[in-house]
């Protein structure tokens, strides 16, 4: 049997329960993977709280990012084989013991890192590395990032920096020294959040990527960057039309674009030559049993963590 997260209706960390169902069976263009590690996501704790609505067709299962060994290999996929290490990204269901997944959605997994930073990279590194890719970032560019020491954040830091980016970053108080070793120039979020990147760019802010979605984030980026077209966010996607700004998913109506899908896929490829040169880090700050999945959201939500949650089986 394998073990699952479930949930039957939305709200506080306590409707999370952890089931046994029958080993799931991949259909022929499916692998099944045994999860050695899955990675908590914003939009999880969303999902099962009711901030993000969406419908029950009985009990949900949650996760989307995980690392393991693949089981077993459906006929019609090549290319892969039982044994194989891999990240899983985009899953249905990956908070539990084993999952399911298209070929479209694995990735070899780096073999200098943990199962549990794998598990990590998954959403955090995809969305990263496809929003700068979207709102040409490159060498020269001089970039805000809303939300730098956040999971999002730090890959954003960390892909624009090796780009030759010069990047503007803000967090919390107890965040600047860490955004600082990622090589971002850091600033606190709060009153006179403008005026403050304003005196660390004398030269002017070309892009901003938002990975907050807070007023005092996008009135700040108004107030830096007229050019609207310049500013992506992942986090008010709700509202970008009306603002005028780009947005990839974070509530938006629009889908991403086939081009945006694959720049999410190849954004594994450059973070593994990254992470072989000793040029990315990513941060787990806490692995629990997937027992205990409830105490990880709590934890999360506390947020009092900086760095990525982890479960593993
Ligand atoms: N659209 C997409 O495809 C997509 C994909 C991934 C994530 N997201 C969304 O993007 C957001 C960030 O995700 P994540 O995984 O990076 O989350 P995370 O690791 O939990 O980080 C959130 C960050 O927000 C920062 N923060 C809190 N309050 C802030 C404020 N008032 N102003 C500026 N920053 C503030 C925190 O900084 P301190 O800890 O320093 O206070 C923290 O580092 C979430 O809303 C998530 O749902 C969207």
Known sequence: MARVVQYEKVGGPEVLEVVEVPDPTPSDDQVLVEVKAAGINPIDLKLRSGERPAPFNGPRRLGSDAAGVILEVGS???????????????????????????????????????????????????????????????????????????????????????????????????????????????????????????????????????????????????ELVPDRSHIGTIAAGARAADLGIRAWAGGSPVPLTPEEQALRAEAYQVVAGLLERGEFTIDVAH???????????????????????????
């Open 76 to 222: 019609a996929v090549s290319g892969w084989a039982p044994g194989d290490e891999v990240i899983v990204r985009g899953a249905h269901g990956a908070d539990a013991t084993q999952v399911v997944a298209s070929a479209a959605q694995l990735v070899r997994k780096p073999a200098s890192i943990t199962w549990e930073q794998a598990a990590a990279l998954g959403t955090p590194v995809s969305t990263a590395y496809q929003v700068l890719k979207s709102l040409e970032v490159g060498e020269g560019t001089t970039l805000l990032v809303h939300a730098g020491s956040g999971a999002v954040g730090s890959a954003a830091i960390q892909f624009a920096v090796a780009w030759g980016a010069t990047v503007i970053a803000t967090g919390s108080e107890a965040n600047q020294q860490r955004m600082r070793d990622l090589g971002a120039i850091p600033t606190t979020y709060g009153p006179g959040l403008a005026e403050r990147v304003r005196a660390l760019a004398p030269g002017g802010v070309d892009v901003v990527f938002d990975a907050v979605g807070t007023d005092e984030a996008l009135d700040a980026s108004f």
């Open 287 to 313: 692995v629990y049993p997937l027992d205990e999945v409830a105490a990880a959201h709590r934890d999360i939500e506390s947020g009092a963590v900086t760095g990525k949650v982890v479960l593993v089986p």
